[in-house]
């Protein structure tokens, strides 16, 4: 995770337990839009990253990918640190659904955010990154 690009970009960190996952991103002027606060699409990273790892925790095997996403914008934050926390709330073979909250260094919740994934037929190898 650490060594994609784009995350060199948002510079995250991510904590992952079963059914469960943790991130930070530190807020930087380079992830505001015009009006000097985070973008919305930094708000879906955070947690659809979080939701994702939720769901794809559950598996050994098998690649994990997003089917849809919803997100929820509640409040506009400019400093400070992105926290979101996902969890799995339903799993069977093939789908997981994950809900996450978005929150800031208050505690005061920024976003909602809740997405199916569906497990794939690739599996998990070095070529698409899993060692």
Not at 25 to 34: M, Y
Not at 67 to 74: K, P, Y
Not at 98 to 117: I, K, Y
Not at 120 to 126: G, M, N
Request: with cysteine.
């Amino acid at each position: 995770y650490a060594s994609g690009p784009i995350n060199g970009f948002y510079r995250p960190t991510l904590e992952v337990r079963e059914g469960a996952a943790k991130l930070v991103i530190p807020i930087r002027s380079e992830l505001h839009h015009a009006a000097n606060a985070v973008h919305g699409s930094v708000y879906f990273k955070a947690l659809d990253d979080t939701c994702w790892f939720a769901a794809a925790s559950l598996l050994e095997d098998a690649l994990v990918l997003t089917a849809s996403f919803n997100i929820h914008l509640l409040r506009p934050v400019s400093e400070g640190r992105l926290l979101a926390e996902g969890r799995v709330v339903h799993a069977s073979r093939r789908m997981f659904i994950a809900e996450a909250t978005l929150e800031n260094d208050q505690g005061q919740t920024l976003a909602r955010g809740s997405g199916s994934f569906m497990r794939t037929e690739t599996p998990l190898s070095p070529e698409i990154g899993y060692v």
